[in-house]
């Protein structure tokens, strides 16, 4: 888990001071707003979203989810953002463009 935390600061926060114990400290922590504003981070900057996002407990990840509203890049984000579900939370949700085609 460290190993991901160093690829959050490094891609998400590299312009900030950040610890990995403060990034652990908002993973445990009950603050909402932090978790989200974290989540948001990885969401628009990291390269490797699913192995980011897995820092999160799934109860947790789930509230993120339902809360999350793209600022920008709204179609783009909210694309990947299905198929995160999908894989985290084993949805099934439909993905338009990257459905089977009937021939």
């Known amino acids: ?3 991901v935390i160093k690829e959050i ?3 998400c926060y590299w312009d900030y001071n950040i610890s990995e ?3 652990i ?3 445990d922590s009950d603050d909402t707003r932090l978790k989200q504003k974290l ?3 990885i969401i628009y900057n990291s390269s490797d979203r699913l192995k980011g996002l897995r820092i999160f407990k799934k109860d ?3 509230v993120l989810f339902d809360t999350f509203n793209p600022a920008y890049q709204d ?4 694309r990947h953002v299905l198929v995160l579900r999908n894989i985290l939370l084993n949805e099934k949700n439909k993905i338009e463009g990257l459905e089977w085609r009937k021939r």
């Open 21 to 23: 114990d403060y990034i």
């Open 39 to 41: 989540f948001s981070k």
């Open 9 to 11: 600061i490094k891609e």
């Open 60 to 62: 947790d990840l789930k």
């Open 25 to 27: 400290d908002v993973i």
């Open 75 to 78: 179609k783009f984000i909210k």
């Open 1 to 3: 888990m460290k190993d």
